[in-house]
T-cell receptor, first 109, second 114 residues
Framework: QKEVEQDPGPLSVPEGAIVSLNCTYS??????FMWYRQYSRKGPELLMY????GNKEDGRFTAQVDKSSKYISLFIRDSQPSDSATYLC?????????FGGGTRVLVKP | ETGVTQSPTHLIKTRGQQVTLRCSSQ?????VSWYQQALGQGPQFIFQ???????GRGNFPPRFSGLQFPNYSSELNVNALELDDSALYLC?????????????FGQGTRLTVV
């Protein structure tokens, strides 16, 4: 079993819809929960991170963590074609990030 | 403030050869981590360097080695290349190594082993 599991998609939504992404993890020692966006042939770009259970908002993005269920989510409101990318969850413990496999998202105009 | 830069962007090597990849960390960052991202997968942690010392290593064989220089730039060396080493190699810089999880990635070096 992988430490961080993420549905690979692809996830196709119409422009303006809410995109819902999630990951599960197995290690209770994980400290920080992060979301990265990766465009084709580019490096991952940090969107946001949190360390506690609950919600954190940043513009159109909301990160949600449920430590009791070991479940993290990212919601993208009012999705745009420019949001089409691969979204990676990553969990930090100590000095390294453990990534999920990424979910490919396609927002259709 | 400059971002993380990696060189080269692409290269092709033959099985059995050796390769060196380079990374310049973001200004003010003293920690560099290297990740391997196979096609369609998430990045996997190779190792981290902090103040020129290795500060943690993932599940990679010893033929993967690294260096960090006094200016915090870093190199990843891979000996005896295998076909499975074909991947995107990502460098991430951060500061300090613990307590702040923000890691900023370069654009990566795409290595193809033939």
């Amino acid at each position: 079993q992988k430490e961080v599991e993420q549905d690979p998609g692809p996830l196709s939504v119409p422009e303006g819809a809410i995109v819902s992404l999630n990951c599960t993890y197995s290690n209770s020692a994980f400290q920080y929960f992060m979301w990265y966006r990766q465009y084709s042939r580019k490096g991952p770009e940090l969107l946001m991170y949190t360390y506690s259970s609950g919600n954190k908002e940043d513009g159109r993005f909301t990160a949600q963590v449920d430590k009791s269920s070991k479940y993290i989510s990212l919601f993208i409101r009012d999705s745009q074609p420019s949001d089409s990318a691969t979204y990676l969850c990553a969990i930090a413990a100590g000095n390294k990030l453990t990534f999920g496999g990424g979910t490919r998202v396609l927002v259709k105009p | 403030e400059t971002g993380v830069t990696q060189s080269p962007t692409h290269l092709i090597k033959t099985r059995g050869q050796q390769v060196t990849l380079r990374c310049s960390s973001q200004s003010g960052h003293n920690t560099v981590s290297w990740y391997q991202q196979a096609l369609g997968q998430g990045p996997q942690f190779i190792f981290q360097y902090y103040r020129e010392e290795e500060n943690g290593r993932g599940n990679f064989p010893p033929r993967f080695s690294g260096l960090q220089f006094p200016n915090y730039s870093s190199e990843l060396n891979v000996n005896a290349l295998e076909l499975d080493d074909s991947a995107l190699y990502l460098c991430a810089s951060s500061s300090p190594p613990q307590g702040n999880p923000e890691a900023f990635f370069g654009q990566g070096t795409r290595l193809t082993v033939v």
